[in-house]
Structure formats: structure tokens, C-alpha cells
């Protein structure tokens, strides 16, 4: 399997970062829309490395297609060709109350905005651009705003998803998936893969060529010490994941539903240290990744290996030894796909 890894969003750090990861026999790295912008990132590491390059996620509701287009298009260029687009819709009250923009039907505007990505990306390869939707229209397209045509092509849209509705939507109009690693192997087979199938029934599109990209919380080591520090920092994630209702599902397929009421009250209380004393070893092992590099690689590729050639580790609240994260991706290397 491929591996990517998260590098640092900083401006400061996000070069050498790049190249720490690079040096770990990495296949790609991605940036993540947090505490620093998610593109900007990609620049730095675009000229430090040759690693392949994605957002992961770029937040698109509070964005214009145009936006996103010009943003994807200039960095798969710089790259030469090494960058995908993965978009998110987050949730409701970060759209409305951190973003300060506007959430409806979060669904039909992600494939909405995916389809005018793509009607923008043609424009530029030479074709007329008419799209004219219910959440966007884009008609102009001057000489003077046309870059043309991409020499790299227009890059890959992914959509990242949880739930059956984004799911599928996914699977009907993007290049690919990015599964939510807030996951277990239970929820990914019973819920996440039958609605793949879906949206690609409903499209009339073969299964070859959509990509499905997986994403794990890890927590590696083979010190006692180690594994301890990194199944707390995954831990923690879990929690404040769990805190939000869109990820209730994966609790439920697990038969954990009614921490989720629990965690949500702590989270609005700020208590974050009693959020991460509700999720016990077990909860950590079915929705994350515990154990030594070997053993989380044999748990990825257990969890993911028959749909996914891809996986997007996440290291949460912890730094790894170096020499672990090498071992992890080696081992995951010699995993065969079975897709």
C-alpha cells in the first residue's frame, strides 16, 4: 500500500517537514485544514520534495469553485503533476460559527461544487464554460482569467466522507474517496463500502479508476513508554471526534452510541480531560491503530486492504521515533492490495 503522511501546516516548518517525511520512504504527504491555511503548505513541500501532494481535507462550503479551481491548478502545476484536490464539507456549526458562512444541504453542494470544479478545469482545456446549478453559476471566462490548458492535465477531485449520503455522493461524482479515519473495520465494511457501490450503481460508473483512499489514527511504538503516549494522544482524538454527532454512526455500528450524548455535553463544557477518560482500550483498538509497526500494519491492511491501495496515517497528541514510522511503512510496502 501507499502511505502519506501529515505534514506540518506551519509556513515556518512545512519545508523541512516535508523532507522528514520524504526521508521516512513515504509515498506522499497531505496538509490538513486546521491551524494554518491548507494550501499554502503544499507550496513549500511541492519544491523541497517529489512526494505526491494532496489537501486533505481543503473545507469547501465557505469557498467558490473558482476558488478551488485556481488553487489546484496552480499546484498541480508546480508540482508537475503531483497534487490531488480533497475536499470536505465539515459540519454545521463550524461552517456557520468558525467559518462565518452558510450551510445547506451539505450533500448536493459537494457534488454540486465538484461538478463546477470540473466544468472550470474543462473551460481551461479549451471548452465552453456553461454551468449554470443551484448553488453556483459560472458562464465568463474571459481570455485574460484562462490560464488554458494544464500541461499535467486538470488534477484528481476527492471527497472526503463519513456518512451513506456524502459516501455515495462521492462515489457518484468524485475522482475518489477519503475515508474518514475516525472508523472501524465494522463500520467501513457494513456501512462506508455498500454505499460506495451505491453512488456508483446510481452513476453508471465502473469501479476501476475511483480511488479509495484510507485513513487511519495510529498509535505506534515498541517501547512500553511509546505506546502508551500514542494510544492517549489517539485517545483523545477519539474523543473529541466523538463529541460531534456526524460521528455518531461509527459508535453505533460498534454498540457505543450512548458515550456520544456524554462526550458532547463534556466538549460544550470545555472538560476535555474527562472526554478522553470515557474512551477505554478497546475503543481505541476498534476505531484506531495500536501496536508495533508490524502489528498496526497487519491491522491497516486487515481493515482496508481489499478496497483501498492508499492509507493517510495520523499520528494525534504524539511524535513517533522516526525509526518506527519507517518500519510502519516499509511493512505496509510489502502489504498487497487486494483491490
Known sequence: MKVHLQVDGSPVHAAASAADIAATGADGLFTFEGQHDVFFPLILAAGATGLDLMTNVAIAPPRSPLHLAHAAYDLQLYSGGRFRLGLGSQVKAHIEKRYGSKWERPAARMAETIAAIKAIF??????????????FTHTIMAPNFNPGPNPFGPPPVLLGALGPVMTRTAAE????????????????????????????????????????????????GRDEADLAAAIDGVAALISFYGSTPAYLPVLEAEGWADVQPELNALSKQGRFAEMRRLIGDEVVARIGIVGTPEECAQQIADRFSEHATEVCCYFPGYT????????????????????
Open 320 to 339: 513517533p521515533r522516526t525509526a518506527d514510522v519507517a518500519d510502519l511503512i516499509g511493512a505496509l510496502h510489502r502489504t498487497p492490495a487486494l483491490r
Open 122 to 135: 474543462a473551460a481551461w482545456e479549451g471548452h465552453r464554460l456553461d454551468f449554470r446549478g443551484e448553488f
Open 173 to 220: 461524482v468524485a475522482d475518489g474517496l477519503l475515508v474518514m479515519p475516525f472508523n472501524s473495520a465494522r463500520h467501513f465494511a457494513e456501512r462506508t463500502v455498500p454505499a460506495v457501490a451505491d453512488g456508483l450503481r446510481r452513476a453508471g460508473r465502473p469501479t476501476d479508476g475511483f480511488q479509495i483512499i484510507a485513513q487511519a489514527m495510529v498509535a505506534v
